[in-house]
């Protein structure tokens, strides 16, 4: 009787880096959300993702989670990112690596940070460590964006999102309150609070601080609150507004920290960069998007298209460009663009 061996392939235990490694979007910033796994013989028997910024990485997490430490010595380590092999907020994880003897890493994709890129798989392999790179590397750099655009560009990743109406308003002409008018539906609104537990940042102008008295947390949803970032030229608001709450970090860019009169898109990308900013969502209103437009400073579009029309408002930012795919929620259309740049 023959009998079969299963052979699973190194690209399914990466694809698992991938998913646990999104537990870390927003807690993990401005560290990369990294995913791992370790494996015996085609069996999971560890897997971890990165703390909360300061915490652990995935691997020490993930060598830490497998109860018989004895079988790490004939384990694979796979991570979604090569493994830091520096000092910072923790001691290098290729150290770790070694201590334990573990003889083969897979790695989706290199790290770009300068004192990382590829000094960790060269650390690994003087250890006598057979390491295999480039597994998934797509899927790996599409979900660890943020973190390779922060390295890469020297700015944030960053993502405009707005809800229009039928007609193409953002906002009406007059109403009665300081509050928000609700173009979307409460389902869309549930995961704008989701992507908000899941950026570093979220940026609006003073415009709608004032017109909507904003509270920017996540409240929808269980999640963290992105650190509150608003371009207030004058910086004058009063500090009763729901944004200065002491939910989360909040911070004010105005006239000392940017020139209002030039590339204004530009400056606050270099002025979260300089914060360590990795991503920043920004809601507008439409000025403060337009600046990004105009400026060719994004990397997603998320626009939100409800049933309601306005006879007269605030229009929706100009732009053109093909939306990367469409998603039907409750009423409302969700257009999801990227630049192509």
Same mark, same amino acid.
């Given at each position: 009787?023959?009998?079969?061996?299963?052979?699973?392939?190194?690209?399914?235990?990466?694809?698992?880096?991938?998913?646990?490694?999104?537990?870390? @979007?927003? +807690?993990?910033?401005?560290?990369? &959300?990294?995913?791992?796994?370790?494996?015996?013989?085609?069996?999971?028997?560890?897997?971890?993702?990165?703390?909360?910024?300061?915490?652990?990485?995935?691997?020490?997490?993930?060598?830490?989670?497998?109860?018989?430490?004895?079988?790490?010595?004939?384990?694979?380590?796979?991570?979604?990112? =090569?493994?830091?092999?520096?000092?910072?907020?923790?001691?290098?994880?290729?150290?770790?690596?070694?201590?334990?003897?573990?003889?083969?890493? *897979?790695?989706?994709?290199?790290?770009?940070?300068?004192?990382? /890129?590829?000094?960790?798989?060269?650390?690994?392999?003087?250890? #006598?460590?057979?390491?295999?790179?480039?597994?998934?590397?797509?899927?790996?750099?599409?979900?660890?964006?943020? @973190?390779?655009?922060?390295?890469?560009?020297?700015?944030?990743?960053?993502?405009?999102?707005?809800?229009?109406?039928?007609?193409?308003?953002?906002?009406?002409?007059?109403?009665?309150?300081?509050?928000?008018?609700?173009?979307?539906?409460?389902?869309?609104?549930?995961? *704008?609070?989701?992507?908000?537990? =899941?950026?570093?940042?979220?940026? *609006?102008?003073?415009?709608?601080?004032?017109?909507?008295?904003?509270?920017?947390?996540?409240?929808?949803?269980?999640?963290?609150?992105?650190?509150?970032?608003? *371009?207030?030229?004058?910086?004058?608001?009063?500090?009763?507004?729901?944004?200065?709450?002491?939910? &989360?970090?909040?911070?004010?860019? /105005?006239?000392?920290?940017?020139?209002?009169?030039?590339?204004?898109?530009?400056?606050?990308?270099?002025?979260?960069? =300089?914060?360590?900013?990795? /991503?920043?969502?920004?809601? #507008?209103?439409?000025?403060?998007?337009?600046?990004?437009?105009?400026?060719?400073?994004?990397? =997603?579009?998320?626009?939100?298209?409800?049933? +309601?029309?306005?006879?007269?408002?605030?229009?929706?930012?100009?732009?053109?460009?093909?939306?990367?795919?469409?998603?039907?929620?409750?009423?409302?259309?969700?257009?999801?663009?990227?630049?192509?740049?």
């Amino acid at each position: 009787m023959k009998i079969k061996i299963l052979i699973i392939e190194d690209s399914t235990f990466i694809k698992r880096c991938i998913e646990i490694g999104k537990n870390g @979007f927003g +807690t993990a910033a401005p560290n990369p &959300a990294v995913g791992s796994v370790v494996v015996v013989d085609g069996q999971i028997i560890g897997e971890g993702w990165t703390s909360a910024y300061g915490g652990a990485h995935a691997e020490v997490n993930a060598i830490a989670s497998v109860k018989n430490k004895s079988l790490l010595a004939k384990s694979t380590l796979y991570v979604s990112l =090569e493994p830091c092999c520096h000092h910072g907020k923790t001691p290098p994880c290729t150290d770790l690596i070694i201590k334990h003897k573990i003889q083969r890493v *897979v790695i989706g994709c290199i790290d770009s940070n300068t004192k990382v /890129s590829g000094k960790g798989v060269a650390a690994l392999e003087a250890a #006598g460590c057979k390491v295999k790179v480039g597994i998934e590397e797509e899927l790996c750099k599409e979900h660890h964006r943020r @973190f390779l655009t922060f390295q890469n560009k020297k700015r944030p990743y960053v993502i405009l999102k707005w809800a229009e109406t039928k007609n193409g308003f953002i906002a009406p002409k007059k109403k009665k309150n300081r509050t928000p008018v609700w173009i979307s539906s409460s389902e869309s609104r549930q995961l *704008v609070h989701q992507w908000r537990s =899941e950026e570093h940042a979220i940026l *609006v102008g003073g415009n709608t601080v004032l017109d909507d008295n904003p509270s920017l947390t996540t409240r929808m949803i269980s999640g963290r609150n992105p650190i509150r970032i608003v *371009v207030d030229q004058k910086g004058t608001l009063p500090k009763s507004l729901a944004v200065f709450s002491e939910d &989360a970090k909040t911070h004010v860019l /105005s006239n000392n920290d940017i020139n209002f009169n030039n590339e204004i898109a530009k400056q606050i990308c270099n002025k979260l960069y =300089e914060m360590s900013i990795l /991503s920043v969502l920004i809601e #507008g209103g439409q000025k403060t998007l337009q600046y990004f437009i105009d400026e060719n400073l994004w990397d =997603e579009m998320r626009v939100f298209k409800g049933p +309601t029309e306005f006879t007269a408002g605030t229009k929706s930012p100009v732009f053109k460009d093909t939306p990367r795919h469409k998603v039907s929620i409750a009423d409302d259309e969700l257009c999801i663009y990227r630049n192509k740049k």
